[in-house]
């Protein structure tokens, strides 16, 4: 969220545009009926909503739910980790994408040290999350020289890494092809790795494992897009769902939701969405023609 173009004044959602808690399971709820396994809240920042462990408690109760995760910047989980634990938290993921601190908030434009960071992935660790998952997001020319040194730090079995090649998600951060370091460069500089096979059909990493255990992946949806793999519905904050990370527009869940649609009614409404989409913006993206601007990143939450 470049400081530019989400800075002062920029009119952000009124209160009750956003969903509350109760809605959020509500839909939960509805799309696990469908078939959904896993839930990943993200953002924005979602530790940055008040009392987030309450709708955590309420999606860990949701009967059928396998998998409940997190994707945070990291900067509120020395105060937050236990309580998200203790509400039913699984797993977690925290971005982190250098270790010099000058080059994290070149990448992030932050008002926070990456020590606070890494203090929050300790008090994670010290909560009962491990292994915690991280992201790094590798930009050519900014921070593509921590590569090795992100590996080293984040080794062993207390953590899964992830270098996501950098992508051309909405329209304010400015990318360029040129930009993009790929997956198979990745690799290539952190040397020898065991190939690991994915855990289930769809997964986004390419996976390896590291020389002491630790396991390391690649989303590589730039240079290698897996969209006849994805299987990833997003609902935005104010209740649009989105069926592709490139969308230009949502789907509204929230007028039925708050006009009286039963369960089924929702359920038949994502179902026939779900039906017809036909994304796959990543294996088609050099070809496409300018468009209307694309949903921001903020929005969708990766
Ligand atoms: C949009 S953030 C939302 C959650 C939280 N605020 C955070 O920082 O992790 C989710 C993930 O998307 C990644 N991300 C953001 N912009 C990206 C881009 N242009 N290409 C690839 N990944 C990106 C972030 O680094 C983060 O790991």
Redesign the pocket.
């Known amino acids: 969220m470049p400081k530019e173009v989400f800075g002062r004044g920029y009119d952000f959602l009124p209160k009750d545009a956003v969903l509350s808690f109760e809605e959020c399971a509500r839909l939960a709820r509805v799309f696990v009926s469908l078939g959904v396994e896993k839930v990943r809240l ?6 940055l909503r008040r009392n987030l462990d309450r709708l955590v408690a309420q999606l860990a109760a949701l009967d059928g739910l396998r998998d409940l995760t997190l ?4 900067s509120r989980l020395v105060e937050q980790a236990p309580a998200l634990r203790a509400a039913g938290l699984r797993r977690l ?3 982190v ?1 250098a270790l010099d601190d000058a080059t994290f908030r070149a ?2 434009d932050v008002d926070f040290p990456v020590q606070r960071v890494l203090r929050g992935i300790d008090a994670a660790l010290a909560a009962g999350f491990a292994p915690v998952k991280i ?3 590798v ?1 050519r020319g900014v921070n593509d020289h921590e590569v090795a040194a992100m590996a080293e730090r984040f080794r062993g079995r207390d953590f899964i890494l ?1 270098f ?7 329209n304010s ?1 400015g ?1 360029r092809l040129d930009d993009v370091v790929p997956a198979a460069e990745i690799i290539a500089r952190l040397g020898k790795m065991e190939p690991l096979a994915p855990n289930y059909t769809g997964e986004v990493a390419r996976r390896f494992r590291q020389r002491d255990g630790g396991e390391v992946g690649v ?1 590589s ?1 730039v240079t290698q897009p897996f969209c006849g793999d994805c299987t990833r519905a997003r609902l935005s904050a104010d209740g649009q769902l989105y069926t592709c990370l490139f969308a230009s527009r949502g789907h509204d869940l929230r007028t039925p939701l708050r006009t009286g649609a039963s369960d089924v009614e929702l359920a038949a409404i994502i179902r026939a969405v779900w039906r017809v989409r036909e994304d796959r913006y990543s294996e088609i993206r050099a070809t496409l023609p300018q468009r209307e601007p694309k949903a921001e ?2 929005l ?3």
């Open positions: 993200t953002g924005g920042e979602p530790l994707t945070t910047n990291g993921t925290v971005s994408d990448m992030n992201n790094m997001v930009k992830r996501i090649e950098y992508m051309d998600v909405g951060n990318w989303i949806s990143m903020s969708l939450g990766g």
